[in-house]
């Protein structure tokens, strides 16, 4: 699996939180639909104006909240990496688990536009705005995290290693 | 070497190496607790074997008694996997209540330990000195194959408290008035130590450790004191427990003073906690059509007392829903036994089982567009609690129910005839 994506950039404010990203009543819906509630709060129709291939930019302490397994409604629905200027750490990890591209980026939101071209690397941590020609260069993910991407997430690993049978319905 | 509370538990639990901010270890997971929605969507059924059966635990709470057959269904797959993989920690409807609680009140969460389980408010282990943090679904399923994961060290804030806390202050008021204060505490661990500590109960340790998952904390840690050994003891009295506190000259992000006297009952504003709450005074008034009281951060059977005691022989407003839950079964119990349930009861307020339902708006106490909700519980994001157009205001238990009384919230404090 690429280590690198390049699509087309959303971009989400501060302290963006899981209930908005994966509402309460949606976690009793098949992951599909779920996933057509994304920020239900702070941008209701969103879902049906992303394209697979996109990437998300959020800002300050994205992701704060729970632990509901909101990177599979973005897998879910194409998105293909998502930047932000400060991750909370439940969710990047929880992203890093799904097999979802994640970077940290201070200053994203200076260097990205809605609508740009946005390449990301997680292997060299390097952000290029290829509508803009701005680029940044981020602390690359450790080693280990970056086997887990690679992999597609914690599941095909535990498969690899045998502790998990291959999905049988999912 | 000097360690904080977090690297002295992570680094015992890693193999002893010294551990700084920033370091990346590897630990035994002591604990690894599975809750019941995440059988709707995880890969139980597909694990092979399992790491130790006695270091899993499964309990049933955010969706009980089912609401829907595909909970139903998640509920028959946590049974069958706990029959599959001899799980004997399995504490189903009727013995059940919210993960943190049951795990504290059953004495599975001790001093140094180190636990992980899919809610975000796993961080509450921290009351009693543990490791503890909410992680991904995914995580915990590998854990439990596993029995261990990896944590950043977190650089650690610590509040050195003083003073005793003014009759009425909840340990939701002092959480409040940190988050007011402080803000963010992102990837952060929040340690409580000084003289003050002799003054905070468990029951107040446990809210503010609980909420700490609010301002975006790793951990939130208290040290294991003679209030939190003494807890713990009666919980788990077989259990080999010593005293567990950071070191002195140990190196902090930040050191600051916390007076207790200085906190008064506080009001959260709908949205987050993070620099968006306030005294009270600020926001009575503010008409409430639900008021809420439960969840893991306040419904312990304290709050349930308060409340009680401030309800008996009133009646919640004709123009407000008054709902409490209890935290766990034994709360359930020990409160009917003390009359609690029925003060509430004959005021006007429902009581439900025990479960997460109303606080991450799933079944039970959902609000409607338009509508105003005071709770006690973990959360006041947009959305959390039912329609993105309802506004959630966050309190201690005491400034719910007075809130539920007066229709609109309230200053406990101004409530006549009502002592603390």
Redesign the interface.
């Known amino acids: 699996m690429s280590m690198s994506v390049t699509g087309r950039a959303w971009i989400f404010g501060d302290?963006v939180?899981t209930?908005?990203m994966y509402?309460?009543?949606a976690?009793?819906l098949p992951?599909a639909e779920a996933a057509t509630h994304m920020f239900?709060?702070?941008r209701?129709g969103w879902p049906a104006l992303v394209r697979p291939g996109d990437i998300v930019v959020g800002g300050?302490?994205f992701g704060?909240?729970?632990?509901?397994?909101v990177p599979?409604l973005f897998k879910e629905l194409g998105v293909a990496g998502l930047v932000a200027e400060?991750f909370?750490?439940?969710f990047f990890?929880?992203c890093i688990?799904?097999g979802l591209l994640a970077l940290t980026v201070p200053d994203a939101r200076e260097l990205i536009t809605e609508g740009d071209q946005v390449c990301l690397d997680t292997e060299t941590g390097r952000l290029v705005n290829e509508t803009t020609g701005a680029t940044a260069q981020a602390v690359p993910l450790?080693g280990?995290l970056r086997e887990i991407v690679a992999a597609g997430?914690?599941?095909p690993q535990?498969e690899a290693s045998?502790?998990?049978?291959?999905?049988?319905e999912? | 070497m000097a360690d904080t509370l977090i690297v002295k538990i992570l680094r015992n639990r890693s193999g002893g190496t010294p551990l700084q901010a920033g370091d990346i270890a590897v630990c035994d997971v002591d604990l690894a607790a599975i809750i019941d929605i995440q059988f709707s969507h995880d890969r139980f059924g597909d694990i092979t074997a399992i790491h130790d059966p006695d270091r899993v635990a499964i309990v049933m709470d955010h969706a009980v008694p089912a609401p829907s057959i595909r909970d139903a269904e998640s509920g028959k797959t946590a049974r069958a996997f706990a029959a599959a993989h001899g799980i004997t920690k399995f504490f189903d409807v009727g013995r059940h209540g919210i993960v943190h609680q049951v795990l504290a009140e059953q004495g599975l969460v001790r001093p140094g330990m180190v636990v992980a389980c899919t809610d975000s408010h796993t961080c509450a282990a921290g009351a009693v000195g543990a490791a503890a943090r909410g992680l991904g679904p995914a995580e915990v399923l590998q854990i439990v194959c596993t029995g261990r994961t990896w944590y950043q060290v977190p650089p650690t804030v610590r509040y050195e408290l003083t003073g005793a806390p003014h009759e009425w202050v909840n340990g939701k008021d002092v959480f409040l008035h940190v988050a007011a204060e402080y803000g963010a505490a992102t990837s952060q661990c929040v340690e409580f130590g000084g003289p003050g500590l002799d003054q905070l109960p468990m029951t107040d340790r446990r809210t503010i450790a609980t909420q700490g998952a609010e301002i975006g904390a790793d951990f939130t840690l208290f040290p294991a004191d003679d209030i939190c050994l003494d807890y713990v003891r009666s919980a788990a009295p077989d259990a080999e427990l010593s005293p567990l506190a950071a070191d002195r000259g140990a190196e902090y992000a930040d050191v600051r003073p916390l007076d207790l006297g200085r906190v008064s009952p506080m009001v959260a504003r709908p949205g987050t906690v993070i620099n968006n709450a306030g005294p009270v005074e600020q926001l009575a008034g503010t008409r409430v059509d639900q008021a809420f009281i439960g969840s893991c951060a306040n419904g312990q059977l304290a709050d349930l007392e308060v409340a009680a005691r401030i309800l008996r022989g009133r009646q919640v407003a004709a123009t407000t829903r008054l709902i409490v839950t209890p935290a766990s079964q034994r709360i359930y119990q020990q409160a009917s036994r003390l009359g609690y349930l029925a003060d509430l009861a004959e005021a006007g307020a429902t009581i439900t089982n025990p479960t997460c339902g109303a606080c991450f708006g799933y079944h039970m106490g959902l609000v409607a567009a338009g509508e105003t909700c005071i709770t006690a519980s973990t959360r006041n994001f947009r959305g959390r609690m039912g329609s993105p157009d309802a506004s959630i205001f966050m309190a201690s238990p005491a400034t719910v129910a007075a809130s539920a009384l007066q229709g609109a919230i309230a200053d406990v404090r101004e409530l006549e005839g009502i002592r603390p």
Request: aromatic residues 8%.
């Open positions: 302290e939180n209930d908005d509402p309460g009543f976690m009793r992951m239900h709060a702070s209701p300050r302490n704060l909240g729970s632990s509901r397994p599979l400060e909370n750490s439940l990890r929880n688990n799904y450790p280990f997430g914690i599941f535990l045998g502790r998990l049978r291959p999905a049988t999912h």
